[in-house]
């Protein structure tokens, strides 16, 4: 008789460009990203995996409510990491839609969008974003626009609402880290807002008191390994290097490993059975 396999252990990684994003780009394949690292350290522990990633750039928190039946029901994971509530503590004054048009990669390489984008849009882009640092700066941090937090906190524990009903997966919500010191006159009160943010959502955790709903550190791994250097850990002022989403991405994979171990459907009924 054949010996029977472990199920996977379904994996659902979502989040905005800081999941998919290394710091700096055009680096080797083994520069992994953390889906990919929480992939091979289940692997590399005898774990098979199925893991699914969705990110895009400035996504908002609340993109999650209006994809999640797509992405949950179907697939029933049994973990969901997700990285959110970054891109709520940038901005100020400018609108998303302006952000994501005037960094866009979907530019087409003709000759009057190149000179639109080079003469007209990213000068007017300077200018506004350096209009906004001043206004930043003058204000108290958490003053302008105190609802983003209150309103990622509701978008997320809606979220963790719906996706209980699938089965109960495991949800893991990363800590955000601020920007690093080499960008942050264009963001002054960033620093602060991302703190707000951070103990908003870790006030969710507390709130929700579920075992499998956890927030999940990562200063203290800059702390560590960069010697609390955010211009290492994070080179392009955001994103993680790929050292970082190494170490992330161990961390979560840990979290993984040690709650699938106590989930009966992921061992297999050889394994499961008591032996001589």
């Keep these: 008789m054949p010996q029977s396999l472990p199920l996977p252990i379904r994996v659902l990684v979502k989040g905005a460009s800081t999941v998919g994003w290394t710091s700096w780009m055009n680096g080797p394949r083994q520069d992994f990203i953390v889906p990919r690292v929480i992939e091979s350290e289940l692997l590399a522990g005898g774990r098979p995996v199925d893991l699914r990633t969705s990110t895009m750039a400035s996504e908002k928190t609340d993109t999650i409510l ?31 839609w302006l952000e994501i048009h005037a960094n866009s990669l979907r530019g087409k390489p003709r000759r009057a969008a190149l000179l639109y984008r080079r003469a007209v849009l990213r000068p007017a882009w300077k200018f506004l974003a350096r209009l906004q640092a001043a206004i930043d700066a003058r204000l108290e941090p958490t003053r302008l626009r105190p609802r983003r937090p209150r309103r990622v906190v509701a978008d997320l524990e809606t979220y963790i609402g719906h996706v209980q009903k699938v089965a109960s997966p495991m949800v893991l919500l990363v800590e955000l880290l601020p920007p690093s010191p080499r960008v942050r006159s264009w963001f002054p009160g960033m620093p602060r807002r ?57 961390r979560l994979a840990g979290h993984i490993s040690a709650w699938a171990a106590t989930q009966s459907h992921l061992v297999s009924e050889d394994t499961s059975r008591e032996r001589p």
Excluded: K
């Design 66 to 96: 209006a994809t999640w039946q797509q992405e949950v029901v179907g697939f029933s994971p049994d973990a969901i990491v997700l990285v959110y509530g970054h891109y709520e503590t940038i901005h100020l004054i400018l609108p998303r």
């Design 194 to 250: 991302i703190e707000v943010m951070n103990e908003a959502v870790a006030g969710l955790v507390d709130r929700l008191d579920l075992p499998h709903v956890r927030h999940v550190a990562v200063q203290d791994l800059v702390d560590e390994h960069f010697d609390g250097d955010l211009d290492r850990a994070t080179p392009d002022g955001f994103h993680y290097s790929p050292q970082l989403h190494r170490l992330v991405g161990e």
